[in-house]
């Protein structure tokens, strides 16, 4: 199916615009920050740059970005908010309630109209990944980001006497990135549980990228099965700067610098707790692209809107 220029643009401001938050919310970038140019990002996309310079002025309309006249594009520095997220883009906002507006829903119940209907039946989801940091991070994305009660698992559950576990053919759905989502797929197929295959963002490393120009970016795993995953999620940046993978149990953490970017795995955390961990902690990004977000988001509202109407 050939790409429309619209939906490339919006192709394109989806990519920005995640890229923008995930760099403010790791410190990689700060509001005025100068962006790179249409030109620059064109070349990237292989896009014509006035479609770029569209999918820019997509984000200025939601209030992330200042395009200044002959000086270039700049992350907006909207005024804080306590409490909310590190990116504000107050434009966004008035969207979401002018479209509530537009389905019959008044402004002032939005807000409880949507949290009834994602937060009305917790759904759970066993979660089934190949490493200890994969599995707390897909779960606390699931517990956090959508209201889901995770079960975690590894693969090797549905090999061992008996099947599949009774939690997970209990749970609602069942979730892990290929190739272990068709393996669980030709399982839980006959037995009418549903699989749903979880897809992991290519550009996670973009919120790194600035990081990678200060100085060598450090990696704390708590499994060491994880490192093929970072280090196919690393590959396109590596030649921007040093990455150095260490494994908590094996590796010295206490031998990273003071001033040192740091990205330190949730399981890695638990396992640290009350350790001082040296270096700058980078935030949590999250993991699921689009399509898996709104795949996951569907069937919340669809479960809630049923849960509501009965």
């Not at 590894?154 to 997970?168: C, K, L, N, Q, V």
């Given at each position: 199916?050939?790409?429309?220029?619209?939906?490339?643009?919006?192709?394109?401001?989806?990519?920005?615009?995640?890229?923008?938050?995930?760099?403010?919310?790791?410190?990689?970038?700060?509001?005025?920050?100068?962006?790179?140019?249409a030109?620059?990002?064109?070349?990237?996309?292989?896009?014509?740059?006035?479609?770029?310079?569209?999918?820019?002025?997509?984000?200025?309309?939601?209030?992330?970005?200042?395009?200044?006249?002959r000086?270039?594009?700049?992350?907006?520095?909207?005024?804080?908010?306590?409490?909310?997220?590190?990116?504000?883009?107050?434009?966004?906002?008035?969207?979401?309630?002018?479209?509530?507006?537009?389905?019959g829903?008044?402004?002032?119940?939005?807000?409880?109209?949507?949290?009834r209907?994602?937060?009305?039946?917790?759904?759970?989801?066993?979660?089934?990944a190949?490493?200890?940091?994969?599995?707390?991070?897909?779960?606390?994305?699931?517990?956090?980001?959508?209201?889901?009660?995770?079960?975690?698992?590894?693969?090797?559950?549905?090999?061992?006497?008996?099947?599949?576990?009774?939690?997970?053919?209990?749970a609602?759905l069942?979730?892990?990135t290929?190739?272990?989502?068709?393996?669980?797929?030709?399982?839980?197929?006959?037995?009418?549980?549903?699989?749903?295959?979880?897809?992991?963002?290519?550009?996670?490393?973009?919120?790194?990228?600035r990081?990678?120009?200060?100085?060598?970016?450090?990696?704390?795993?708590?499994?060491?099965?994880?490192?093929?995953?970072?280090?196919?999620?690393?590959?396109?940046?590596?030649?921007m700067?040093?990455?150095?993978?260490?494994?908590?149990?094996?590796?010295?953490?206490?031998?990273?610098?003071?001033?040192?970017?740091?990205?330190?795995?949730?399981?890695?955390?638990?396992?640290l707790?009350?350790?001082?961990?040296?270096?700058?902690?980078?935030?949590?990004?999250?993991?699921?692209?689009?399509?898996?977000?709104?795949?996951?988001?569907?069937?919340?509202?669809?479960?809630n809107?049923?849960?509501?109407?009965?």
């Open positions: 199916m050939t790409t429309t220029p619209r939906r490339r643009r919006s192709e394109i401001a989806e990519t920005l615009r995640r890229r923008i938050v995930s760099a403010v919310s790791a410190g990689a970038s700060r509001h005025g920050d100068r962006l790179p140019s030109r620059e990002v064109a070349a990237e996309f292989e896009a014509d740059p006035r479609l770029v310079l569209a999918a820019y002025r997509i984000l200025a309309r939601e209030g992330l970005v200042s395009i200044r006249r000086s270039g594009i700049y992350v907006a520095a909207p005024p804080e908010v306590s409490g909310g997220p590190a990116v504000v883009a107050p434009g966004w906002l008035v969207d979401v309630l002018t479209e509530g507006l537009e389905h829903v008044p402004a002032p119940r939005l807000g409880d109209w949507l949290r209907c994602i937060a009305s039946r917790r759904l759970r989801v066993a979660v089934v190949e490493s200890e940091d994969q599995l707390e991070a897909y779960c606390a994305e699931l517990r956090e980001d959508y209201g889901f009660d995770p079960v975690p698992f590894f693969p090797d559950a549905i090999e061992r006497p008996g099947g599949a576990p009774p939690e997970m053919l209990a609602d069942v979730v892990a290929e190739p272990t989502a068709a393996t669980l797929r030709a399982v839980l197929g006959p037995l009418q549980r549903r699989v749903l295959t979880l897809e992991i963002r290519s550009d996670l490393d973009s919120a790194w990228r990081v990678l120009a200060q100085g060598p970016l450090h990696v704390v795993l708590a499994d060491p099965r994880t490192i093929p995953f970072f280090e196919h999620v690393l590959s396109s940046v590596r030649a700067g040093e990455v150095r993978v260490l494994v908590v149990g094996r590796d010295d953490v206490s031998s990273i610098p003071p001033n040192a970017p740091v990205h330190v795995s949730r399981a890695a955390r638990r396992r707790e009350g350790q001082t961990i040296p270096g700058r902690i980078l935030p949590p990004t999250r993991a699921f692209t689009a399509k898996t977000m709104r795949e996951l988001l569907a069937l919340a509202v669809d479960a809107l049923t849960a509501l109407k009965s």
